[in-house]
């Protein structure tokens, strides 16, 4: 099956700096990688997704990237604010008629966006 | 937010006690799931309904039941359960199983304590 690795586990900015949060799969037929935030004592909710026919998609501050070959994907968000601070979780999973909607999470990236 | 719901949001029980969680969607989707959250794991994928059939049981424990009625609401019986358990238990919904790029909304979750 699947195995999501995510780093690193906290990562800690200035506000305004970039996060670069990496991932890496190791099924090779996964091609659909969303990212979800999880603010403090809040449910995981989708911020951004890309499928494996792109290799990158932005949207404002945040952008996804895809290297299918090296099977890594990463979540980069520049001009970091405060409220940028929350646990994100990367997740991957294969694209297969009725195959099913089955995510493999990473562990979650602890964002701390200081003053 | 009103999409998904879950009740309780807190629960205590002893280990021969007998629970239940509860989560309801308004969304109109057809798949609900459960997962575990536990510090420092990946969210963990337990069941899935997809139109009140159950498709996946990703090597549960009996301890845990899980019933769907119909498609808006989802239950997750406890029994006999041990001080592991404890957790967050995330329920979500898709509009359709069988589509893996169909966005997953979670409901805020029910932390879970097992004394």
């Known amino acids: 099956g699947e195995n999501v690795e995510q780093h690193p586990s906290t990562l800690s900015v200035q506000e305004g700096d970039s996060a670069v949060i990496k991932c890496t799969y190791s099924?090779?037929?996964?091609?659909?990688f969303p990212w979800y935030k999880q603010e403090l004592g809040k449910r995981p909710q989708l911020i951004i997704d890309i499928r494996s026919n792109v290799g990158e998609k932005k949207d404002q501050r945040i952008a996804v990237t895809l290297n299918k070959t090296a099977k890594h994907f990463s979540l980069h968000i520049t001009e970091t604010q405060p409220e940028d601070s929350a646990v994100y979780f990367c997740?991957?999973?294969?694209?297969?008629?009725?195959?099913?909607?089955?995510?493999?999470f990473g562990t979650g990236t602890q964002l701390k966006v200081e003053l | 937010e009103t999409g998904v719901t879950q009740t309780p949001r807190h629960l205590v029980m002893g280990m021969t006690n007998k629970k239940s969680l509860k989560c309801e969607q308004h969304?109109?989707?057809?798949?609900m799931y459960w997962y575990k959250q536990s510090a420092k794991k990946p969210l963990e994928l337990m069941f899935v309904?997809?139109?009140?059939?159950?498709?996946e049981n990703n090597s549960v424990p009996s301890r845990f039941s899980p019933e769907c009625p119909n498609s808006s609401h989802l239950f997750l019986h406890l029994h006999t359960l041990q001080p592991e358990d404890s957790a967050l238990y995330l329920c979500?919904?898709?509009?359709?199983?069988?589509?893996?790029?169909?966005?997953?909304?979670f409901g805020p979750g029910t932390r879970l304590t097992v004394l």
């Open positions: 309904y997809n139109f009140k059939e159950q498709t």
């Open positions: 099924d090779s037929a996964s091609n659909y």
């Open positions: 997740a991957a999973t294969p694209i297969l008629t009725g195959g099913g909607n089955k995510l493999t």
């Open positions: 979500a919904s898709s509009q359709d199983w069988t589509s893996s790029t169909d966005t997953q909304y």
């Open positions: 969304l109109g989707h057809n798949a």
